[in-house]
Every structure is written in C-alpha cells, then in structure tokens.
C-alpha cells in the first residue's frame, strides 16, 4: 500500500508505516492512503484506489468531506492529541487579554538609549507600571462554547485559577460530562453563557452550522468590556461584526490564532487585539501526538478495517476471527446488506461474523470468514447498487 504525505508530519508517526511495510510514494497519483495536516484537499479529485485521509490535527476543513463520502472515503482527525497544546496558549491569551504584557514589553525598546544610566532606566520603568497596570483572571467568569477535548481541558484549568466557570455544548457525551467538575455550570443555550461571562473562549469545528455563529447579534449579548477568545477557526466569528463591536468598545479585546489582512492593520492603530500566527497547535508534543494517531488510525483502517475518529464513517472494529477480511462501505440505504450476503452465499462464502455499523446516510462493515475471496467476488461486491467501496484487507 502506498501513502502519500501533503505536509511535514513527525518521523514517529511516519516510522508507523515502515513498521506496517507501507510505502511512502508522496509522487504517486493515486496512492491508497493520504496523510495531511493544513494542505488544502477541498479541490481534491479523488484517487480511484484512495481508501482514507488521516488529518493531523482536529480540523478538517481543509477537505472536502462531502465528496470523500460520496466516493467512500474514510476521513480521520486527532481529536485531542493536541488539546493540551491549545489549552495553554488560552490560558495565557486569558492573561494576556486583562494584562498588557506584549505592549509592556515591546515598550522597553525605547529604553535602549546611550547615556542612559541605570537610574534613569530604573525611573522610567516606574512609570510605566501604572500605564500597563491589568487585572487579574480570579473571581472572574469563563465562558466556554464547546466542551471537546481541548475546551473541557481549558474549563478545567480555569477553574484552578480561581475563575467561575460557565460552558454550553450542544453535544456533549456522557463520557465528557462526567469528567467535568461538579462545580462547572451548563447551560442549555449559547446565549445564557454569553451574557453571563467575563471572557468567552470558543472551542468548536468550521461547519456549515457554525460558520459565523458570532455574529452581531450573539455580539450584542456579550457583557460591555468583555473579552473573545478564539483558538477554534477564524470564520466561526463573522469579521465585520467584531470590528464593529471592537469600535464602539463593547468588546475590550480579540484574541486569536486566524490573522487576516484585517485583523493585522488594525495592530498597528489599536490595542483591542492579540493575534498569534496559528501556534495553538505548535509544540513538538503535538506534533509528535497528531503524527503517531493519525499515521496509525490510518494504518489500522487500511490493514483490518478498523475505524476510530472518523469524521464521515462510523467508529467499527471487530477482533480476528476468521482467515479473511472484507470492509465494505455503502450507503446507509435498505436492502444493501441483503445483497452484500446473498451475493457472498451465492460465491459459497461462509460469514463468520458480519458487523455493520452506520452514521447517517453512510454505512460500513466487516465480514470474516475462512473461505478464500478472489478479486472476481469482490469485484461482484463492488457493483452493488448502494457498495462504494469494497476490499479485501486480508
């Protein structure tokens, strides 16, 4: 099997696929899997033999899901390899925000003036504690829209630092919910946190729902002089109506890891701004984390047809037990699966387990069994009206 590499990806995760006698043929046209992290595959013709796309990193925007589905494609992300990454540097954007640190900062450069003496020096750093005097982040209020891996991380944090804590997520397991704090409250709407928090820190994925959620009338509800975080996408926040509410001061500051042309002419006016050139994720920790998940989720797809953070297809897996194993995907219509074994019962294919799991209009499954499967059967398989793709893993 050969895979192809579209951007710097950590020898740890990439030495998964020598161990596994993959090939690394990044010039190959059509390669069965593909490994990524910001490459831009929304423009992407899919390869006839391409089976799954593994993004380091939770985001996948950068790839146009729809038409990976439709092909049945199995698309990966890392969900939380990099959580911890991104926790920090929103705790240091709460910091930041409240204390003019950067500023400060950028301000000592004038002190570096010959014949200064370090007298001088010393009474103008006085003076400038009172212009770059802050507040502190105890006693104040958190909002977190997005309870996943990274923001139930930065409630958490928060929280130690002596803050108050409000968070609402629309779709927050059972299994995230019962990690969380007792004390961390939950709302059942978007709005009720908005209104009620000092800083708002988002932690949700680009979608067509999400696209511009903060926009000006989510803006209006933000208490006057509160702060926005944002770590999640730059296009979840509508641009325009930020400026807006940056103008008329209701909002005290911006912070995110998106620049846009915008956003940077308005450092050099303003001090309502923190942005940083998209390090949430950049540490050798995480790049190391997202390389070694998703190098292997895409090798254990390939090599058993097992799925785990897929974010198109159903998590399936199954443990060995036959001499042979087909993973066919479909669509998640009636009748297919009727088909799938009346087309192996008619090939004298005995199904030692037939797992089927499905996720909205899609469906996938795994079929052992110890009688031998030639390229001819899974050829008849693969013309079944609904099969988009069907393979022999072994």
């Known amino acids: 099997m050969k895979i192809k590499i579209l951007n710097n990806i950590a020898k740890e995760g990439l030495d998964i696929f020598d161990l596994n006698n993959f090939q690394i043929a990044n010039e190959d046209p059509n390669p069965s899997g593909i490994v990524l992290r910001s490459h831009d595959l929304t423009e992407l013709q899919i390869p006839k033999k391409l089976l799954g796309i593994a993004r380091a990193g939770a985001g996948t925007n950068n790839i146009n899901i729809d038409e990976c589905s439709s092909h049945g494609v199995v698309v990966f992300n890392t969900p939380g390899a990099n959580a911890n990454a991104v926790k920090e540097m929103v705790i240091c954007s709460l910091i930041l925000s409240r204390r003019d640190l950067v500023s400060g900062n950028r301000n000592l450069d004038s002190l ?27 006693g104040k209020t958190l909002g977190v829209i997005g309870l996943g891996a990274i923001g139930s991380m930065v409630a958490e944090q928060s929280m130690s630092l002596g803050m108050k804590v409000n968070a609402y997520d629309p779709g927050l397991t059972v299994d995230t919910a019962l990690r969380l704090p007792s004390s961390l409250q939950r709302f059942e709407s978007m709005e009720e946190v908005l209104q009620n928090s000092d800083f708002i820190s988002l932690h949700l994925p680009l979608t067509k729902n999400t696209k511009g959620i903060i926009n000006e009338a989510k803006l209006k509800l933000f208490k006057k002089n509160s702060v926005l975080i944002n770590f999640s996408r730059g296009g979840v926040v509508d641009e325009n109506s930020l400026i807006k509410f940056l103008d008329n001061q209701h909002l005290h500051k911006y912070v995110t890891d998106f620049p846009t042309k915008q956003l940077l002419q308005r450092l050099n006016t303003k001090k309502d701004v923190v942005i940083f050139p998209h390090l949430g994720a950049s540490t050798k920790e995480s790049e190391v984390n997202c390389a070694v998940m998703a190098c292997s989720q895409l090798c254990d797809f390939i090599k058993e047809g097992r799925i785990i953070n897929s974010v198109n297809f159903p998590n399936i897996e199954s443990e060995k037990i036959g001499k042979h194993r087909l993973f066919i995907t479909n669509k998640n219509e009636p009748g297919i699966i009727s088909n799938i074994a009346e087309c192996l019962a008619s090939n004298k294919i005995n199904i030692l387990e037939f797992v089927n799991k499905s996720r909205g209009t899609l469906a996938c499954n795994i079929i052992d069994t110890d009688d031998n499967i030639n390229h001819t059967i899974v050829s008849e398989l693969e013309r079944i009206s609904g099969v988009t793709i069907a393979r022999l893993c072994y």
């Open 112 to 138: 570096i003036t010959e014949g200064k003496s370090d007298q001088e020096i010393s009474s103008e750093i006085e003076g400038m504690k009172k212009k770059y005097q802050g507040e502190e982040v105890k």
